[in-house]
């Protein structure tokens, strides 16, 4: 019940922000998607990117190696007002790419005030 309050937030902040997702020509971080929209595809990685003893599922882990093709798409998400509303910890979230053993994960990327590491 509390990751489909999560999974609630995540899409009533997505939503109401504005009306909407805002137009992007091709010029954000995650190309013509918009980043909140990205964000919402980590929901699987709420409870990993809240606590760092948690446990990373096979789902989340598919989403951060599909994501992390574009790291800065990535670094947005991680960073984005979405995860924020959903009481996601950038300094947590930032070590999903390595708890999920992802081989070709941007090692170093600077996002924000962190590093991934």
């Known amino acids: 019940?509390?990751?489909?309050?999560?999974?609630?937030l995540v899409v009533v902040v997505m939503c109401g922000a504005g009306g909407?997702?805002?137009?992007?020509?091709?010029?954000?971080?995650?190309g013509s998607?918009?980043?909140e929209r990205e964000a919402f595809k980590l929901a699987p990685c709420a409870p990993a990117a809240q606590?760092?003893?948690?446990?990373?599922?096979?789902?989340?882990?598919?989403?951060?190696?599909?994501?992390?093709?574009?790291?800065?798409?990535?670094?947005?998400v991680m960073l984005s007002d979405a995860a924020k509303s959903a009481g996601i910890k950038p300094?947590?979230?930032?070590?999903?790419?390595k708890r999920c053993n992802l081989?070709?994960?941007?090692?170093?990327?600077?996002?924000?005030?962190?590093?991934l590491p």
């Open 1 to 8: 019940m509390k990751y489909l309050c999560l999974f609630g």
């Open 20 to 30: 909407g997702f805002q137009k992007v020509d091709g010029a954000g971080e995650c």
């Open 33 to 35: 998607v918009p980043v």
């Open 51 to 76: 606590d760092d003893k948690a446990a990373v599922s096979d789902k989340c882990c598919l989403q951060v190696k599909s994501i992390g093709q574009n790291p800065s798409c990535l670094c947005a």
């Open 91 to 97: 300094e947590i979230a930032m070590t999903i790419p």
């Open 103 to 115: 081989a070709d994960r941007p090692v170093g990327l600077k996002c924000g005030a962190y590093t």
